[in-house]
């Protein structure tokens, strides 16, 4: 195996306290109805979300956003000269999309180094961001989005979608529109929207294992037109489609919220007074 | 280039002149002042002790993972500690994803460091049975936003996560050998030692500012680090490179130091206390 | 002018019936779109329509628009000539059509060296000297001519 000498290192192995836990006595089962923060069930019921920009000093926008325990920040740098230039289309501009855990994000610590997982992450977030930006008019440039989650609680590719698309916005990028992502786990009859880290990895509640899986959808919210959509597991045709409608709903919820966030922003920067 | 009219006047020289005649610095802040300091502890649940410090622009968070391993060979009745500070392109354009850069690198070995000679926890303390079982603290400390003099904040930071890490109750088996976590019962840590650092900017040795911002720390001429306890002990000087510094300035250096250690242990016992209290 | 409102990406602003599409704005379908979070500008420039534009400061109207035509008098002759070596900073990469843009727009930026005119100077073209931040003068014929001297900084020579 290599050697990290970039990092402080530290036993070769280690292993989570959680993998020696007692096993607890009768622990409730989640009821089939409800949810355990009390959300219902089968409902585009999204959990609140504290949206706010410009608290990266250094980047040319930024985002943070807080749903639930979930909790992402975005830069935007740029637009600036490409790094590659040989096989960047000079017409318009790149887009790079860059996510990251923090190494306390999990249950289970991560690496520092980026996993499989967030590169699939990476490349999810930029082909939701790719049809809303108006790249044609950034021409030789490269615009720059980085997200790191410092907390993962489930749905964190959709949280990341909105982030980096507030992020974008106020570093003053042109876009058609705003992205807003939704995530969806489909558990059999019912679904549980903007599912928490537990709804999401945890076990189906049903005995069958028929409708399993996750669903996350990123939409333009004004043009209502969805840029991304990632599904997994296996679902019938008319389940999936309830759960991308059940997504977009949950999307709209958000709109107000992200526009508020968006509104402030602006007017701290340039307060309306000046005419 | 002929003389006369090569009348240059650098940003750095600009800066100085600025300083020396108003004795102010671009912020509007005195020479021996620091930004202002603000702490949040505990806000990240997935960690087992966390804290986000802001001094002025510049945000640092440190979250701190508590795993089981077995103990060191050479020293089997202690526990690790393990720091990493990054910065990634996230917290300014002057970074590039990919592994840790020189900055980063000598972070992570310099808040080791302080670690090691502050003796902020005895090592002693999180092994659990000597020679079979003890704790790894994983401390990563992450930079958000980088406007400067992030060693200081790293070190806040790091003190303020250890000072919210709770570790739950662990017992071996005797019969199975075991370990047997119970996660109702949880201790804090016992912190022995509180280092606060304090950071200088150095103009040619005649000009000196403290925490200076990542546009100063471009202009001056060196960077020194002053690490003290509460016990106005130092615990750590780092000064990589740049101009020489005369040792009444280092003695001046120092005793700002300690006066930054009762403002920043005052600002921590604050904080913790307000969390006891919600 | 109407009143202040505000706007995100992908809001209709109106239909190109009632305006034409300016900056930070996008046609789509008829419609008049925002492409950018700010201040929404309509703006009557003595045509049929008005033009209606997103900007993100509000004091960005006071300075002009790209594009718009502002009067000033620039003698590139008495700037730079063919030859000469100049300091200048890219501004923007430029558009499909255009190259890089540069600007010598500072104190610091302009012409580093220039040679003289070989018509007045035999043999020809020796390195002038700059004596003002308008004026160099070849060291043999102490002939003067304009050029937009930059102020050289150390550090961009060692770049």
């Keep these: ?275 | 280039m002929a003389a006369g009219y090569n009348h240059s006047v650098e940003p750095l020289l600009k800066y100085r002149i600025r300083v020396k005649k108003e004795n102010c610095r671009p912020d509007g802040r005195e020479l021996g002042e620091f930004r202002t300091t603000t702490l949040n502890i505990g806000s990240v649940s997935t960690a087992d002790g966390s804290a986000l410090v802001k001094i002025g622009n510049t945000t640092i968070i440190c979250g701190i993972k508590a795993e089981l391993t077995a103990p060191p060979v050479d020293a089997p009745n202690k526990g690790y500690i393990v720091p990493n500070v990054d910065l990634p392109p996230l917290c300014s354009s002057r970074f590039r994803p990919g592994p840790p850069g020189e900055q980063a690198q000598a972070a992570s070995q310099f808040i080791a460091d302080v670690i090691e000679s502050s003796q902020v926890i005895r090592r002693e303390d999180i092994c659990i049975e000597k020679g079979k079982l003890c704790w790894v603290l994983y401390c990563d400390i992450m930079c958000l936003d980088y406007d400067g003099n992030i060693l200081d904040a790293c070190i806040i930071a790091l003190i303020a996560a250890l000072k919210n890490v709770q570790l739950p109750e662990v017992n071996i088996n005797t019969e199975t050998e075991l370990a047997e976590v119970n996660m109702k019962q949880k201790k804090h840590l016992n912190i022995t030692k509180h280092p606060v650092g304090s950071s200088f900017a150095v103009f040619d040795d005649t000009i000196i500012i403290v925490d200076p911002t990542a546009e100063e720390e471009e202009l001056s001429t060196g960077m020194i680090t002053v690490v003290t306890d509460e016990n106005e002990k130092l615990c750590a000087v780092h000064k990589p490179g740049g101009t020489a510094l005369s040792g009444e300035k280092l003695q001046d250096c120092i005793s700002r130091a300690i006066t930054r250690n009762r403002e920043v242990s005052k600002l921590i016992n604050e904080v913790m206390q307000s969390a006891k209290l919600k | 002018m109407s009143p202040k409102t505000l706007c995100v990406p992908g809001e209709r602003l109106c239909s190109t019936e009632e305006c034409v599409p300016g900056p930070g704005t996008y046609l789509r379908h008829g419609y008049i779109f925002a492409s950018l979070a700010g201040y929404v500008l309509r703006k009557n420039a003595g045509e049929e329509m008005p033009v209606v534009s997103v900007v993100k400061e509000s004091e960005a109207q006071l300075l002009p628009d790209v594009g718009a035509t502002v009067t000033c008098k620039v003698e590139i002759y008495k700037s730079f000539r063919p030859g000469d070596i100049v300091l200048a900073k890219v501004i923007s990469l430029g558009d499909v059509q255009s190259n890089y843009l540069l600007t010598t727009a500072e104190n610091e930026l302009g012409v580093v060296v220039a040679h003289s005119e070989a018509a007045l100077c035999i043999p020809a073209g020796e390195q002038m000297v700059p004596i003002s931040w308008c004026e160099m003068q070849c060291p043999r014929t102490h002939a003067k001519e304009f050029r937009k001297v930059a102020r050289v900084q150390p550090e961009y020579l060692q770049a």
């Excluded at chain 1, 977030?125 to 609680?153: F, G, M, T, W």
């Excluded at chain 1, 599912?195 to 669903?215: I, K, L």
């Excluded at chain 1, 679902?235 to 999307?251: F, N, P, R, S």
């Excluded at chain 1, 919220?257 to 309306?272: D, G, S």
């Design chain 1, 1 to 275: 195996m290599p050697v990290d000498t970039k990092r402080v290192r530290g036993p070769d192995e280690s292993q989570s306290p959680l993998l020696f836990v007692l096993p607890s006595t009768g622990k409730p089962e989640c009821p089939q109805e409800g949810r355990e923060d009390g959300r219902q069930r089968s409902q585009a019921d999204v959990r609140p979300v504290f949206a706010r920009c410009g608290l990266i000093s250094q980047a040319k926008g930024s985002a943070y956003i807080e749903a639930g325990n979930t909790k992402l920040i975005c830069s935007v740098y740029g637009p600036r000269e490409t790094d590659r230039k040989d096989e960047v289309d000079m017409k318009s501009g790149r887009l790079v999309c860059d996510f990251r855990f923090a190494p306390f994000s999990c249950p289970k610590r991560g690496s520092w180094i980026q996993g499989s997982e967030e590169k699939a992450l990476s490349l999810g977030l930029l082909e939701s961001l790719l049809p809303a930006a108006c790249l044609h008019k950034y021409p030789r440039s490269q615009i720059e989005v980085n997200v790191v989650a410092l907390e993962h609680d489930g749905s964190v590719l959709a949280h990341a979608v909105t982030c980096a698309s507030l992020a974008l916005a106020d570093a003053g990028i042109e876009m058609y529109d705003l992205v807003l992502g939704c995530a969806l786990r489909q558990d059999g009859p019912s679904f549980l929207i903007d599912p928490t880290f537990a709804e999401e990895s945890g076990a189906q509640s049903a005995g069958s294992g028929e409708n399993q899986g996750r669903v996350t959808v990123a939409l333009l919210p004004s043009l209502h037109q969805v840029s991304g959509l990632q599904s997994d597991g296996e679902m019938a045709e008319d389940t999936l489609v309830g759960a991308v409608k059940a997504c977009i709903e949950g999307c709209q919820r958000l709109y107000p919220v992200i526009q508020q966030a968006l509104a402030r922003a602006v007017r701290r920067k340039a307060p309306p007074t000046a005419v």
